[in-house]
């Protein structure tokens, strides 16, 4: 079974754009564990997904705010927990660097 990773946490709109891309994942891939890296605000909606697995809320927009707090790191850090698992694939749908950069240092 592969681990698939989507990385989608800019907007409302990119996120509902992009849940077809897992529905043709999931239609393709049946057996993939299929975990979406998505902004916290939005986290509920792709939970209503059938196609996903695991969900991980990130509060990127709130986190860019308040990096000069140590407590903003420490939730950073809470929120990559050892226990996961790296993914085989990972994918934005745009390719874009700051999301392979996110994606390092993720595991689902």
Do not use: N, Y
């Amino acid at each position: 079974m592969s681990d698939l990773l989507f990385i989608k946490t800019s907007s409302l709109g990119d996120v509902i754009h992009h849940m077809p891309a897992i529905t043709e994942l999931r239609r393709h891939q049946p057996q993939a564990r299929i975990s979406w890296l998505v902004e916290e605000a939005f986290a509920p909606l792709v939970r209503l997904h059938a196609g996903v697995d695991v969900v991980i809320p990130v509060a990127s927009r709130r986190w860019r705010r308040e990096l000069h707090r140590l407590s903003t790191w420490r939730e950073m850090m809470r929120r990559a927990p050892a226990s996961r698992r790296r993914p085989d694939f990972t994918t934005s749908g745009t390719g874009s660097i700051a999301a392979g950069t996110r994606s390092s240092a993720i595991e689902c």
